[in-house]
């Protein structure tokens, strides 16, 4: 009989959304006539913009007829998307990128994936506590770690714990590690990166020989204008850093699936024998066996983004979302919750109040405010005792929780 790869019986059955559905259809089936508010999920509510939507329909419609019909495309991407990135969010940063530095996707998530694909198995990796769980999981499932332990690291990986003590930035690890994964502005804390922090982590990891996978999913919420929005505004960073971006929490393409992977030239491992290799040709070389590229119409829809107007909508979605973070920070600190998050990124992390853990502080929500949020416990260990909300609800459901979270927890 073939066998398993029994990795993947390593990792913790889906534990946090299911038992936030169970918990919640529970309460739902004892309680039919509460207004039950989600602001637990990461995913946005807003429709794709008209302009974003117009290339979207013109792209499809080039696909009807046989002299603008589009077959296999590169499996980087089109250059049209590939120069509208180029131009449009990395040289105004003074960040100057090729082309073919460039990797177009079907979105983050598969990218920081697959992206182990062209590292060994006897690397060190080292993730923060709390953390996107993708990063912790996708290494347990390649082969990297062992078992759990009963707080839920597993072994053999280097665990960065954020907490308020640090203000949820990561410490250098004490053991030399292979690669970092950095996520800025953070899902789930909400915390960014300054400049000097960023230079940071680049300075540790060209001293020790690491890479740093830069996750900059929510660089678009960014609204502090000294806050870096690319690890690259780093001198260096090229030699050390590869970064993930992505059009979902942008530009709500959460359903349509684009996102992009930059992997600088400079960008340099060593074989096994000790030779340098570069990191570009491998990953070139993996999408190209791998992948057949996104779809043209997904990736005109992801290129009218970069148009004037384009922006301009994509704009005020994310102004929307902030302005609903900001509603979420004010009103709970009002009721006297410390909160974190919420001014750079679409995420509010709170202290539970009275030391409730995180799992009993969702429950309370759920019974006395109707509200569904997520567990920071989920997001990992030294998550216990936080809880994340997020800020991607449409704008009613947002006061009201506020309002109803007000007079019930004070
Ligand atoms: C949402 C999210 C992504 C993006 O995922 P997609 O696959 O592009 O939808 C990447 N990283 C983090 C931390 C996220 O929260």
Request: aromatic share 12%.
């Amino acid at each position: 009989m073939a066998k398993i790869n029994d990795n993947y019986l390593k990792l913790k059955a889906g534990y946090l959304f299911p038992e936030i559905g169970r918990r919640v259809r529970a309460f739902a089936a004892a309680n039919p006539d509460a207004k039950i508010i989600r602001l637990g999920i990461g995913d946005v509510t807003q429709p794709l913009t008209p302009t974003i939507l117009k290339a979207f329909h013109d792209a499809v419609d080039d696909l009807a007829k046989a002299n603008t019909f589009m077959g296999y495309g590169p499996e980087q991407g089109y250059d049209f998307l590939i120069e509208a990135i180029i131009e449009k969010s990395y040289r105004p940063l003074g960040v100057e990128l090729k082309n073919t530095e460039m990797f177009i996707s079907d979105g983050s998530k598969c990218d920081c994936a697959n992206i182990l694909d062209i590292f060994a198995l006897d690397n060190t990796v080292a993730i923060a506590d709390p953390v996107y769980p993708v990063y912790n999981d996708t290494n347990v499932m390649i082969g990297r770690t062992g078992d759990a332990d009963e707080k839920g690291y597993y072994k053999g990986l280097v665990y960065m714990p954020c907490t308020e003590e640090n203000g949820f930035f990561p410490a250098y690890p004490r053991e030399k590690v292979d690669m970092i994964y950095l996520c800025f502005p953070n899902n789930p804390t909400g915390t960014v990166a300054t400049k000097e922090q960023l230079k940071g982590w680049v300075d540790y990891a060209l001293a020790n020989d690491s890479i740093i996978l830069f996750d900059a999913a929510y660089e678009a919420f960014i609204t502090d204008p000294t806050i870096p929005h690319s690890i690259y505004e780093v001198e260096g960073a090229k030699k050390c850093a590869i970064e993930f971006r992505s059009f979902s929490k942008t530009a709500g393409f959460t359903g349509v699936r684009c996102g992009v992977v930059v992997v600088p030239e400079e960008l340099e491992g060593t074989t096994s024998t000790g030779e340098k290799y570069s990191f570009n040709k491998l990953w070139l070389r993996r999408q190209t066996t791998k992948f057949n590229g996104a779809s043209y119409p997904v990736q005109k829809a992801a290129a009218a983004v970069y148009t004037d107007q384009g922006w301009k909508e994509t704009k005020e979605n994310i102004d929307y979302y902030m302005e609903n973070a900001r509603i979420i920070r004010e009103g709970l600190s009002a009721a006297g919750l410390t909160v974190y998050g919420g001014v750079n990124g679409p995420y509010i992390w709170l202290k539970t109040p009275n030391g409730l853990t995180s799992w009993d502080f969702f429950d309370k929500l759920l019974n006395e405010c109707n509200v569904v949020g997520t567990p920071g416990s989920g997001f990992g260990p030294s998550g216990e005792g936080y809880f994340r909300l997020s800020a991607f609800g449409n704008r009613d459901n947002v006061i009201e929780a506020v309002e109803r979270i007000k007079k019930n927890l004070k």
